[in-house]
Each structure stands twice: as C-alpha cells, then as structure tokens.
C-alpha cells in the first residue's frame, strides 16, 4: 500500500472572489455542486470516527495502521477546506446554516447511532467508493468544465486524495467484519443517505434562486445529457459493488490518473495564499 500523504489546501485562496455561478456559468450546476459540498465536512468526521473504531483490532497491521492515520489525516483538511467554502458561499448570499443544523441532526443524531459500529464500517467503505467515482469522473471531465481556478484546485485536491485512500475503509471491513451481508447493509444505507442528502442540500439551495424554475428548464436537459449523476456515479458504482471479490484497488488506473494530476497541481498548491 502506497503511503497516503496529507496535504494542506491554502484556505486564503478563497479570498479570490468565487462567483455564485462558478461552474460553468450555470445555477444549477453550481448549486449541485455546492449541495454535496454541504454533506462533506460532517460526513468525512463520520468517516474517520467510523474508522478510528477499529485501531485497537488492527493494532498488529503496522501498514494498515499508518494507512488509517493518513486516511484520516487527509479527510481532516477535507473538512476544514470545505467548511471554510462555505463563508465563501454565505457571501455569496446563501443561508445554508439551516440546512445544515437539520442534516447533522438526522445523520448523525438519528442515523448514525441507530447502528451497529460495524454497520456504520460499511457504510463508510460504501461512500468511500461512491467519492472515489465522483473523483475520477471529476478528473476526468475537468479540462472540458470552465471552473473558477481556485474551486478547480479544491476539487482536484480532494478528488486525488479520495482515490488515494480509498481502499483503506474497506480494508477494515474486511479485516475486522468482512460478511457480504453487513458489506451490502452499508452500500444500501450510504447510497440512500448520499443521494437523499446531496438531493435536499440541492433543492435548499434552489430554493433560494430567483427565476428558478426558467432556469432550470433552461439548464436541466444539457445538464443531463453531459452530467448523468445517476448512472455514471451510482448506477455504476453498485454494480460494480455488487460483485463479491470487489476490490477498490483492483482500479489501478486511478492511481496514475490521481499521480498525473497531483503532479501538475502540487505546484499551484504551493504557490496559492497559505492560510
């Protein structure tokens, strides 16, 4: 397992002056991407508290160990670089505080307790594969997306990472669990609870657009035909789940795709406003 590095997004960046409509000039597009930019601060602490859980059984796998200590190290500054965006996005004039009292309340006052912490395992190799998805499909499509330069180099950040360690939830599963049917148990409840919150963060922020709905008749049928979350992230994501000797390191390609990438981003990172 290659070592999984922590890297520091320079936060100050953001003072650039990110426009509301920083992708691709479209509300809609922007607002989805905002609507699952609003889960990731909470959901990442999910993620590593659901992995910390385990330290004590894997104790004896040295490797495992430094992997879960870099996994968590990385979904850290994941959070904290995403929860400074959101200022950015009240500036922008969104009330999302609201929203967000209500999501953390459900997912993480109700959901998550309701489980068992090898449920809750599951549940986190699960979304740890779907961002892995939503990453290469990131990386893959962004030199076709005009994207404000600093929300391209928070994106690309975190979609380099999210492949970098996204074997290591799943790697605990199996060492510490590994049925089939817990693994599944987690792949229904992180597909329901990504697609249910990711749906309503959206229409949260959609509801505070003006001429919505012209909008989006304007911008929903382009929009699916060059962005079909859907299948490309779901629809794929459980077939490939599915299958019982599924691993996510069986994709080797995403390796070098998230390498190349980083090799060309570090250099801007580095050069960006630090914090």
Not at 107 to 112: D, R, S, W
Not at 135 to 151: F, G, I, Q
Request: glycine share 8%; with cysteine; aromatic share 10%.
């Amino acid at each position: 397992m290659a070592a999984i590095r922590p890297r520091v997004f320079p936060i100050a960046s953001f003072n650039e002056g990110i426009p509301r409509r920083w992708l691709a000039g479209s509300m809609l597009a922007s607002d989805l991407a905002n609507g699952v930019n609003l889960l990731f601060p909470a959901g990442e602490r999910f993620f590593v508290r659901s992995v910390r859980k385990y330290l004590d059984q894997i104790a004896g796998d040295a490797e495992l160990v430094e992997a879960v200590r870099g996994f968590a190290g990385q979904e850290g500054h994941h959070a904290r670089a995403h929860e400074a965006f959101f200022e950015v996005m009240e500036g922008q004039g969104y009330e999302i505080r609201g929203f967000l009292r209500a999501y953390e309340r459900l997912a993480y006052g109700v959901i998550e307790p309701m489980f068992p912490p090898s449920v809750r395992l599951a549940v986190t190799a699960a979304s740890e594969h779907f961002t892995a998805i939503m990453a290469e499909n990131l990386l893959t499509m962004v030199d076709e997306r005009e994207m404000h330069p600093v929300m391209r180099r928070l994106l690309t950040w975190h979609a380099c990472e999210e492949i970098e360690h996204r074997s290591v939830a799943f790697d605990v599963f199996q060492r510490v669990d590994g049925r089939y049917s817990v693994r599944m148990l987690g792949l229904a409840i992180g597909t329901l609870t990504l697609a249910g919150f990711w749906v309503a963060g959206t229409l949260y922020l959609l509801s505070q657009e003006k001429d919505v709905w012209a909008t989006l008749k304007r911008e929903a049928g382009p929009m699916r035909e060059h962005q079909p979350f859907g299948e490309r992230v779901f629809g794929r994501g459980l077939r490939a789940y599915i299958e019982r000797d599924f691993h996510p390191n069986k994709q080797r390609h995403l390796d070098e795709l998230a390498a190349r990438v980083l090799g060309a981003l570090e250099p801007e990172l580095a050069a960006a406003p630090a914090a």
